[in-house]
């Protein structure tokens, strides 16, 4: 496959002590470990810290396989959005690894893992690198990341789709009520404009595109409310955010390579005329520089 | 029991306090709904005050950059999304019971209900003649919605002693915060303080809930809110619309209802409109079969 069919999880490397940080445990963590046990576990313990956009299964999966978790001296601090419910992350995301799931339970692990739960803010990490987080629109708690580190910005923003007016019903509709459209209207535009200032001057900024403008709004089987957006929003935001690389992520499970092949090229095309933006799609093993 | 432990027990029962049994089958049945629309959710949650303090909670505890507290159930549905709204009430339908609507409790939960819909609807409507911003005048109808939240832990958690002060108050014709006080040690306003604080609801309507008996000791920012939730819930005990217990209220000097524009003469005027808004509402909590 070219694009690649793990699911999302991000290697960020920042300066020359190669600092590990992690975005998400799918599937992708399990070639990830390999990789670490290669290039870092020759230089001492592996330390890293593991930001959690959300709790869904596709984002948090591969976490029992992350070979590291079996070593002694693994030191991993696990960052994660938390919803209304009671629990902590640690009971959330740990309870994936109970006899019922796993040959391991969460206590025999040889790795001393933290649990962090995240909220909007913004955290100073040390070693002048900061991230600051934004909830996105989901249909669960989702936090976009924001890593700053000696001038690089760099951005997420995924599982998420434009927040939009939930009651902008038709007048005729029973439930129409005219201060709820205006108020809605309001409250979808200033979250918007909060998330567009959120990726403002980004160096790179891997954006949710899981559907073209089409497939999202076709009338016959409508993604509006999904909670992923498309190609085209993607790139207008980038745009208005000023921001440099924009990759294109989180494809479809059903998109084939050939189709990215043309949706790259078409894009490419629109954007070179009137943007600076230069347009990526995501692929497994990919590497860029900020 | 000591001050204390009755504190303690109400501290603990308040992360579990359940959505009324009135309000309970309607949130199912739009909780169930793979297709629930947002204006039904946004109705069903505006009508139980335990489902409207808990999407607050989150959507003021969750995001941090917000200038403001938000008062808007619309806005908070827009930024947390309907899924996780919808599952936030659910999970509050579903904690466990306050009793059935027809169970014999110090306050019937049903009459409870329509004097907390009741409170909110007036405060709202005066802040409406009042010309409000329309931005927040939701903050009235929440601050009228939730005012009386304090009696639900002790209705349920201390039955026996609530039942006591309410015969306390018809027998000997003081109002019910002050049997409340006389039995428990704690009155209803002290206990809804607690709720909202923990809760983290923000200061307005902390001052709504906790000085709606006394606005004499308030020299707080909320002057407005305060005085219009004491005002709503006076009207409503004297126009028995709803019951919540306090059959014989203190009255409140001319001067208040001047404050904010409104005299008796008004508010009877009002009684058929707020009438008409809690029927609308027992329609909606109607479940179809």
């Known amino acids: ?290 | 029991m000591e001050r204390d432990t009755i504190l303690k027990v109400i501290q603990a029962y308040v992360h579990k306090m359940p959505a009324l049994p009135v309000t309970i089958a309607k949130v199912l049945e739009i909780t169930n709904n793979p297709k629930t629309s947002p204006a039904d959710l946004n109705q069903i949650i505006s009508l139980d005050p335990v489902l409207m303090g808990k999407v607050m909670r989150l959507i003021n505890s969750a995001y941090y950059s917000l200038p403001n507290q938000i008062t808007s159930l619309v806005r908070a549905i827009i930024m947390l999304g309907i899924n996780t709204v919808k599952n936030l009430a659910l999970s509050t339908a579903v904690l466990g019971t306050l009793g059935r609507a027809s169970d014999f409790q110090a306050l019937n939960m049903e009459g409870f209900w329509r004097h907390s819909i009741s409170v909110g609807v007036t405060a709202k409507l005066i802040a409406t003649r009042r010309n409000v911003d329309p931005k927040i005048r939701e903050e009235y109808f929440i601050g009228g919605l939730l005012h009386d939240i304090g009696k639900i832990p002790l209705n349920n958690k201390l039955a026996k002693e609530y039942v006591q002060a309410i015969s306390n108050t018809d027998r000997e014709h003081t109002p019910l915060y002050r049997s409340e006080e006389e039995i428990m040690l704690v009155n209803h306003a002290m206990v809804g303080k607690l709720i909202i604080e923990n809760w983290r609801l923000g200061e307005n309507l902390s001052d709504a809930v906790t000085f709606h008996h006394n606005l004499g000791d308030y020299a707080g920012g909320h002057r407005d809110l305060v005085i219009t939730v004491a005002i709503a819930n006076l009207f409503s005990n004297v126009y028995e619309l709803g019951f919540s217990g306090d059959r014989y209220p203190e009255e409140l000097p001319a001067e208040v209802l001047q404050e904010m524009g409104v005299d008796w003469d008004y508010l009877e005027g009002i009684e058929e409109s707020v009438k008409a808004e809690i029927e609308k509402a027992q329609v909606f909590l109607q479940v179809a079969h």
């Not at chain 1, 990726?199 to 992923?228: C, M």
Request: hydrophobic letters at 35%; charged letters at 25%.
């Open chain 1, 1 to 290: 496959m070219k694009y690649g069919g793990n699911t999302s999880c991000l290697e960020l490397r920042f300066g020359e002590e190669d600092r590990l940080v992690v975005i998400d445990a799918g599937t992708g963590i399990r070639e990830l470990a390999g990789h670490v046990m290669q290039t870092d576990l020759p230089k001492g313990p592996i330390k890293t810290e593991l930001f959690l956009t959300h709790t869904h299964w596709d984002h948090i999966m591969g976490f029992p396989f992350f070979i590291p978790l079996f070593i002694p001296n693994t030191e991993v601090k696990v960052f994660g959005p938390v919803s209304f419910e009671d629990d902590p992350l640690s009971k959330i995301f740990g309870d994936m690894l109970r006899y019922r799931y796993w040959p391991v339970r969460l206590e025999e692990l040889a790795a001393n893992i933290q649990y962090s739960d995240l909220k909007e803010g913004t955290m100073d990490l040390g070693g002048d690198l900061w991230v600051t987080t934004k909830y996105l629109n989901h249909p669960v708690l989702v936090l976009g990341y924001r890593f700053e580190y000696r001038g690089k910005v760099f951005c997420t923003a995924y599982d998420t789709e434009p927040f939009r007016n939930l009651f902008d019903v038709s007048p005729d509709d029973p439930s129409y009520d005219a201060e709820a459209v205006k108020e809605g209207a309001l409250a979808a535009e200033e979250e918007n404009n909060k998330v567009t200032e959120f990726f403002r001057g980004a160096d790179i900024l891997i954006h949710d595109t899981q559907y073209t403008h089409n497939e999202y709004v076709n009338p016959k089987s409508p993604k509006l409310g999904w909670g992923h957006s498309s190609f085209e929003h993607a790139v207008n935001v980038a745009h208005k955010a000023g921001v440099k690389k924009l990759l294109l992520f989180h494809h479809d499970p059903d998109r084939s390579d050939h189709e990215l092949d043309v949706i790259e090229s078409k894009i490419r095309r629109t954007v070179r005329a009137k943007s600076r933006v230069e347009v990526m799609v995501a692929r497994e093993g990919m590497t860029v520089e900020a």
